[in-house]
């Protein structure tokens, strides 16, 4: 058991796309009987950008998750942005979210991308931890903004139709003296004989184009039943091994926070990890799959929904393209 990592997670925020699509509407859309969509993929509404950009979205969250924590951006180390999508090849992220800010203009702070798909949020979690325990920095926002609707063909329901767009930030700092906050364990690892199963081709060097590339490439593409049976054959050692290095036991978890994935998967684990009704976060059937925004997205649910208190020990747990599983044991 390694030592605990001094972390206080001190404010949440979230922010959505002003247009909602209900699952009626893209059955109207799609030619669909009633209820088909919310049927096949198990989300009643999500939210769908028209006109905002991830870094407009991106620094709402950071403002709601400011306001949270009772902070000025004054206060403000580190911005991390640790997002699947961007706004733009060149720059990124984090300094597109900082043009949003007009404050960050008179404070100046630290700013970089954290990117590993739909565990973002997660390795930015565990990287800030450490700048913490270093010494590095007192107080970061870590914000993760995703706008999947452009990537998604929503003809494929099972593969496309999970997605909706949104943001979420969380305000963190080292933990102060007779505070129960820490990071227990984190824990990833990457299963790379899966790096297929999830992509989107265009938009780097191996798939270039010059001017606009081709459509199809530009979509996102899931190969569903080998990722799936991939992340369920190696989840549950994953997880043994990063409660035995937190030094806590399953029955101790108090809240299982995961990444919205699908309504199949969380179904899944919440059986297969034995989290029972109350003890797991889901929010899918609302915002449904949100890529990177939507663990912090879970996670500022717990706090302000499913009355997660001081001291509280959570599990945070996830996959994304790669094929990566994360998780991290935090008392929050």
């Not at 247009?19 to 999500?46: N, Q, V, W």
């Not at 870094?55 to 400011?66: I, M, N």
Request: proline content about 4%.
């Amino acid at each position: 058991m390694k030592s605990p990592l001094p972390l206080a997670i001190t404010g949440t925020g979230i922010a959505v796309p002003r247009t909602m699509l209900p699952a009626a509407e893209l059955d109207a859309r799609l030619g669909l009987p009633a209820g088909e969509s919310e049927r096949i993929t198990g989300i009643a509404k999500r939210h769908t950008a028209i006109d905002e950009t991830a870094s407009q979205l991106a620094a709402g969250a950071v403002r709601a998750a400011l306001t949270d924590a009772g902070l000025a951006w004054e206060a403000v180390d580190c911005l991390i942005c640790a997002s699947a999508t961007m706004d733009q090849a060149l720059p990124y992220n984090a300094a597109m979210t900082l043009a949003e800010l007009p404050e960050a203009r008179e404070h100046r702070v630290a700013a970089l991308d954290v990117g590993a798909s739909c565990l973002s949020f997660l390795q930015a979690l565990d990287l800030a931890a450490c700048a913490i325990s270093a010494g590095r920095y007192e107080t970061l926002v870590i914000v993760s903004s995703d706008i999947a609707s452009f990537t998604t063909d929503y003809r494929d329901l099972r593969g496309n139709g999970i997605f909706g767009d949104g943001a979420a930030a969380a305000v963190v700092r080292r933990t102060r003296e007779g505070e129960p906050s820490a990071v227990l364990a984190s824990r990833s690892v990457t299963l790379p004989e899966g790096i297929d199963y999830c992509r989107i081709r265009s938009g780097g060097s191996r798939f270039h184009r010059r001017g606009f590339p081709d459509h199809g490439e530009a979509l996102f593409e899931m190969t569903g039943r080998p990722l799936y049976a991939l992340v369920a054959r190696e989840l549950p050692r994953f997880v043994d091994a990063l409660l035995t290095e937190a030094g806590v036991a399953k029955s101790e978890i108090d809240l299982l926070v995961p990444h919205q994935a699908s309504r199949q998967a969380l179904d899944h684990v919440a059986k297969m990890l034995g989290f029972g009704e109350g003890r797991m976060v889901d929010v899918f059937a609302g915002y449904g799959n949100q890529v990177a925004a939507s663990l912090p997205t879970a996670l500022h649910s717990a706090i302000h929904g499913h009355g997660l208190k001081r001291g509280g020990k959570v599990l945070l747990l996830g996959s994304g393209a790669g094929v990566t599983i994360g998780g991290m044991v935090l008392v929050y």
